[in-house]
């Protein structure tokens, strides 16, 4: 899963308008964060993914 994915379909998810449509995108969204947090127990995260956390705190 690319480290980014799941940013991209949050984003997507916060911008969706239809109520229909809604609910799948944010089961997709859980789902790549999920993959993201299980990647993230194998190993070191990217350089890029370490600076762009600490941006946030």
Do not use: C, H
Request: proline share 4%; no cysteine; net charge negative.
């Amino acid at each position: 899963m690319n480290e980014r994915m799941w940013r991209k379909l949050y984003e997507l998810a916060l911008s969706e308008r239809d109520p229909q449509k809604l609910s799948d995108r944010i089961y997709e969204t859980e789902a790549a964060i999920f993959l993201r947090l299980q990647t993230l127990e194998k190993g070191p995260v990217s350089q890029a993914e370490l600076d762009e956390r600490s941006s946030v705190y």
